[in-house]
């Protein structure tokens, strides 16, 4: 498996870019990517001319997540604004706008089957769940603290901060990580919470579940310690720990065919992991400042095993690459 470089955008944004995601492809229409920044804009690229085909607006502050609904057809943009903005991708028509205190509002993504959309709730120290039809808040999977309960403070009233989000294939799970490095797993049909995941100690910036339902209780964890770890969700082990990054690890994301994880992390490097080798096999050195979020795009039709990956940084730079 490698990952060969196919075209680096520079300024993709007017600032910082903090976060990409890819449109499924459909028979009619080829994959697409989005991308979000500080420059208060979400942006669609054509990966096959690698240029941008639309500029979205509608947050007054930095885009934090973005993410696409199964279909296609709609997507959904967060930002340090609070609000979460759901528009129609081909038209950029608002179809909705759901709001949230400050600092509520961080990773987004729609359920595997679209029924549903997850937001991290940030200082609420919960997941919010928002119907994809009336789009109302169905529920909010609150994270219950841990051992005795400690005395109100400003340092314990935060330390449940959540920051990233993630279902697992069949949508019966989902699992978000907080700033104090634990990982919450929820029964999503039954609005439980089931246990924690722990090993990081710093936060936990990224989640992601294997794409494979074969193995639909593994989970990838990226953090600010360094670490990605992956662990059976379900069983509430770790299963490995992975290290290499010299700095904090902002981003992961797990291949189609669920053999190779790819990282970016605040020392500038997007790397590639071999999963049973249980080691890094590609370092990547396209950017010049910390890589904030890595991508990988649906499989080629001509290809199964092959797909593209793309990264996004602090340097307002965008980059395609090849994996195969």
């Known amino acids: 498996m490698k990952l060969a470089p196919l075209d680096s955008i520079q300024n993709a944004h007017d600032d910082s870019i903090w976060t990409a995601a890819w449109i499924p492809s459909t028979e009619e229409s080829p994959a697409l990517l989005l991308t979000g920044g500080l420059d208060e804009t979400v942006r669609l690229w054509d990966p096959k001319n690698f240029t941008c085909i639309q500029t979205f607006t509608g947050h007054c502050l930095g885009v ?20 979460i903005r759901v528009f129609e991708v081909d038209t950029n028509v608002t179809i909705a706008t759901l709001e949230a205190p400050p600092s509520e509002v961080w990773q987004l993504q729609f359920s595997p089957n679209g ?4 937001a991290a709730g940030g200082g609420s120290s919960s997941v919010k769940l928002w119907d994809t039809t009336q789009w109302q808040l169905i529920t909010t999977l609150s994270i219950p603290l841990q051992g005795a309960a400690p005395q109100p403070s400003e340092k314990s009233s935060n330390k449940k901060f959540v920051l990233s989000v993630a279902w697992n294939p069949d949508g019966r799970l989902l699992a978000c990580g907080s700033v104090d490095g634990t990982i919450s797993v929820f029964d999503v049909a039954r609005a439980k919470f089931l246990h924690f995941l722990e090993g990081h100690c710093m936060p936990v910036r990224s989640l992601v579940f294997s794409p494979s339902l074969h193995d639909s209780r593994i989970l990838f964890s990226a953090s600010d310690d360094g670490h990605v770890h ?22 992961v994301d797990v291949s189609p065919d669920g053999a190779a994880i790819a990282t970016g992390s ?7 992991w071999d999963l049973k080798m ?25 290809d199964v095993r092959s797909c593209m990956l793309a990264s996004v940084s602090d340097d307002k730079s965008l980059s395609f690459y090849q994996y195969s």
């Not at 609904?69 to 609000?83: E, K, L, N, Q």
């Not at 029924?115 to 997850?118: E, G, I, N």
């Not at 605040?266 to 590639?272: A, G, H, I």
Request: avoid cysteine; proline fraction near 3%.
């Open 115 to 118: 029924s549903t959309l997850a």
């Open 64 to 83: 934090v997540s973005v993410t696409a609904h199964p279909t296609r057809r709609i997507a959904a943009s967060a930002s340090i604004d609070s609000f």
């Open 230 to 251: 992956v662990y059976d969700a379900e069983g509430k082990s770790l299963l490995t720990s992975l290290s290499g990054h010299s700095s904090w690890v902002l981003s």
């Open 266 to 272: 605040s020392d500038k490097m997007v790397r590639l």
């Open 278 to 302: 249980r080691a890094a096999t590609q370092t990547l050195t396209n950017h010049t400042d910390q890589v904030w979020a890595v991508a990988f795009g649906p499989t080629s039709r001509t």
